[in-house]
């Protein structure tokens, strides 16, 4: 079972660059996140999508943007990278639309750095 | 603002033992907490889901409670072994908040055979 697929699982970035991370489950999950997370502070989350069609900001938005391509696929887009966004980013999945007791399935990680 | 503590941040325990690791957290009115487990260059792996209203969760060699007036949950792992070394990060939702989960740092833990 591939379960959440992230890709790429490294990327180096000069500062200014753009790129889009990747990130799809096969599991029919309708509500699919964003999270960094960064040594001694845990995961934060950056952006999370409800449902197809829909998508709201997290704790840490800004430098982000986010697209729900269709209920399998949520991306992430560094417009214009900076150091600070030198993280490792995990996208995750859950089943159902937000009633809060659902268990969170993650992607083995993108480890971004930006010089 | 709700804050998730996991101290110590590292631990070693030789294999067979029963541990327990730690979660404080400030605010009471949380919705459910997670324990979640992350392996090295890997995602995390939800363990056990404790609701609000229950006071323990179960799952094989692992038991998590959670008592929300002190602000503490504790996972105690029975007779560790070192396929258990990992990391381990306790998550809270906030009764205010049903989408964002708060995370603590984690307790990485090394079992020595």
């Known amino acids: 079972n591939a379960g959440v697929t992230q890709t790429p699982k490294f990327q180096v970035l000069k500062t200014g660059q753009s790129m889009t991370l990747q990130c799809a489950q096969d599991?029919?999950?309708?509500?699919m996140y964003w999270y960094r997370q960064d040594p001694g502070m845990g995961l934060r989350l950056i952006y999370y999508?409800?449902?197809?069609?829909?998508?709201d900001k997290g704790e840490v938005p800004n430098g982000y943007n986010v697209s729900r391509l269709n209920k399998r696929e949520f991306s992430l887009r560094l417009e214009s990278a900076a150091p600070s966004q030198t993280s490792v980013y995990f996208c995750?999945?859950?089943?159902?639309?937000?009633?809060?007791?659902?268990?969170?399935?993650f992607g083995s990680g993108t480890q971004l750095s930006v010089l | 603002k709700q804050e998730v503590t996991q101290i110590p941040a590292a631990l070693s325990v030789p294999e067979g033992e029963n541990l327990v690791l730690n979660c404080s957290f400030t605010?009471?009115?949380?919705?459910?907490l997670q324990w979640f487990r992350q392996d090295p260059g890997k995602g995390l792996t939800s363990l056990l889901l404790?609701?609000?209203?229950?006071r323990e969760q179960t799952s094989g060699r692992l038991n998590a409670s959670l008592d929300k007036s002190s602000g503490r949950s504790t996972l105690y792992i029975a007779a560790s072994q070192p396929g258990d070394s990992a990391t381990y990060l306790c998550?809270?939702?906030?009764?205010?908040?049903?989408?964002?989960?708060?995370f603590g740092s984690g307790t990485q833990l090394t079992v020595l055979p």
């Open positions: 995750a999945s859950s089943e159902s639309r937000g009633g809060g007791n659902e268990k969170l399935f």
């Open positions: 599991m029919n999950h309708n509500s």
């Open positions: 605010d009471s009115a949380i919705y459910n």
């Open positions: 404790i609701q609000s209203s229950q």
């Open positions: 999508s409800a449902s197809e069609g829909t998508t």
């Open positions: 998550a809270l939702r906030s009764s205010g908040s049903a989408r964002q989960l708060t």
